[in-house]
């Protein structure tokens, strides 16, 4: 499509576009008075209207019944979770029976480690990409270290190329084929939070598998953002969170991906709770863990029902909008994100009137990203971001001089770009 930088052109894309009625679904958090230019979906997602309603439910249950809740509320607590898993499992491409809602990510993916990070002494290093989120290292140091390996022998960071941002795929696909023999896991953020990059997780599936080593994935930038096809790609697990583009409220139930072929393996070691044990017999308060078969045997505890109840609001406006649409909308989404800066910042240098370039780090390829652009602003510093706050642009901020911005097609429009782009121009040249 041929873009253009104007405030006609993005009302007129706006009023073409199938999805826009979803912004009226959500609150916007307001600057100065007037609705501010929300595009940190990447890191909190935006409150669904119906999520009031929906925790108001379970409120007036239990007031009304106490304990029955369990078994008599609106939505039964005893099994309430089942109600979110033919919706997460359709956002991540996998069965019913892989995927379960449940704690939150670094824990647990550290319980996924315990199935699927099982290390000897032949085979126990882990690849993953240099510069991934400090969580998720940790979790890895800690890991390893668990076992009684040393984090910086046991764990190869993949890197960019001197003087590149990117991971290239070739370098990722080389070092697995260099440490076959004594690879365990590969393991990568499927979406890298700083640059935005999505690494093709089924040739990484099929590399790491080639190896003889177990492929998982944190899904926290992913999951929402792009569609995804975990069941086929043949992943063997993942986690993700849901206060990002899963809009579910800050530190809300995460989930888990456990791929069918594992799902039935009860000789996998698992930390056990009640609520992963036998359904049938979970009341007859037995000895002896029987875990569920599928994602459901990776349980622990009874669910908290009311942030369960927000994030069942929140997939039930994935449901209706559907992975594919969304996609397809964020892809002009973000390529007119990108054709804004990138005409902005030709003016700025034809005319000689700014000190700061622009170089957007996130892959220029929409096979290769999602919704966000990470903008590395050379010459700028951490003040033209806090300028772009007051005046009303809701982005973030990683030292020294990057802004991610992530349109999100469930409730930004091209308008907000275009209208980023004019605050942004004129910081970048006060008049
Ligand atoms: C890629 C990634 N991994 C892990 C985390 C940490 O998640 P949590 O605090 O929910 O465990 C985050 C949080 O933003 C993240 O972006």
Redesign the pocket.
Known sequence: MEFENSLQFAQEQDRNDPLAHFRDQFHQPEINGRPALYFTGNSLGLMPRSAREAVETEFADWAALGVEGHFQATNPWVDYHSLLTPMMADIVGARNSEVVCMN????NLHLLFVSFYRPDQQRYKIISEAKM?P??RYMLETQTRFHGFDPDDAIIEIEPREGEFLIREEDILAAIETHRDELALVFF?AVN?FTGQFFNLPKLTQAAHDAGAIAGF?L??AAGNLPLQLHDWGVDFAAW?SYKYLNSSA?NV?GVFIHERHGENFDLPRFGGWWGHNKERRFLMENHFQPMPGAEGWQISNEPILGLAVKKASLEIFAQAGMQALREKSIQLTAYLEFVLKDIFADLAAERRSSVSLKIITPENAEARGCQLSLKLVGSDRQLFEDMTKQGIIADFREPDVIRMAPVPLYNSFEDIYSAGIILKSLLHPK
Do not use: E, K
């Open positions: 939150s990510l670094t824990t989120f969580s998720d953020g939070y944190d926290a930038h969170c530190g995460a």
